[in-house]
T-cell receptor, first 113, second 112 residues
Framework: DGGITQSPKYLFRKEGQNVTLSCEQNLNHDAMYWYRQDPGQGLRLIYYSQIVNDFQKGDIAEGYSVSREKKESFPLTVTSAQKNPTAFYLC????????????FGSGTRLTVV | GQQVMQIPQYQHVQEGEDFTTYCNSSTTLSNIQWYKQRPGGHPVFLIQLVKSGEVKKQKRLTFQFGEAKKNSSLHITATQTTDVGTYFC????????????FGTGTRLQVFP
């Protein structure tokens, strides 16, 4: 079955550490996205990529970095510069620049301890 | 920045009652999409509206896109306990259709 796999499901990080969240899709979608969701709030766009080796900042990119070396993969690194990293991180992909809807992964819940 | 506002934030209904959530943008949207997120889950795409004044139905769900393409609504007739979750609208803007901006969401609780 095609879909998006995010790992790990739960992640604990010490303050000052960088951590990388994995996102893999086998849907053959060109576009991939990272969103952050805080409790009781909507989704805010961190980074997005419409094509391999290219990506753009979203609305809250500070303290995050991404890479898009392969069509299937779009990992997100939460750096120590991110002041408030505890959140639910959702990866999504779409065909044709989002027309027809996004497919989301099951998310990674990151907690800073 | 561009924002999509949604009301109400919460709605509690008795099973069998109707439910409506409203989505508003200060800027004209290129299209609007609706998603449902079950508690502890991830958003699942429901539908996309593109044309001014468009109305689409999915069983008990009715989706509308305003004439000015600045607002949208989702109406659920005769709610069931399986409708529980948070409903998000999400829109793209004409100047940048690559970015999907999500509304704040409406959390629906249905009591049996």
């Amino acid at each position: 079955d095609g879909g998006i796999t995010q790992s790990p499901k739960y992640l604990f990080r010490k303050e000052g550490q960088n951590v990388t969240l994995s996102c893999e899709q086998n849907l053959n979608h060109d576009a991939m996205y990272w969103y952050r969701q805080d409790p009781g709030q909507g989704l805010r766009l961190i980074y997005y990529s419409q094509i391999v080796n290219d990506f753009q900042k979203g609305d809250i990119a500070e303290g995050y970095s991404v890479s898009r070396e392969k069509k299937e993969s779009f990992p997100l690194t939460v750096t120590s510069a991110q002041k408030n990293p505890t959140a639910f991180y959702l990866c999504a992909s779409s065909i044709d620049r989002g027309r027809g809807g996004y497919t989301f992964g099951s998310g990674t819940r990151l907690t800073v301890v | 920045g561009q924002q999509v506002m949604q009301i109400p934030q919460y709605q509690h209904v008795q099973e069998g009652e109707d439910f409506t959530t409203y989505c508003n943008s200060s800027t004209t949207l290129s299209n609007i999409q609706w998603y449902k997120q079950r508690p502890g889950g991830h958003p699942v795409f429901l539908i996309q509206l593109v044309k001014s004044g468009e109305v689409k139905k999915q069983k008990r769900l009715t989706f509308q896109f305003g004439e000015a393409k600045k607002n949208s609504s989702l109406h659920i007739t005769a709610t069931q306990t399986t409708d529980v979750g948070t409903y998000f609208c999400a829109g793209t803007y004409i100047k940048n259709t690559d970015k999907l901006i999500f509304g704040t969401g409406t959390r629906l609780q249905v009591f049996p």
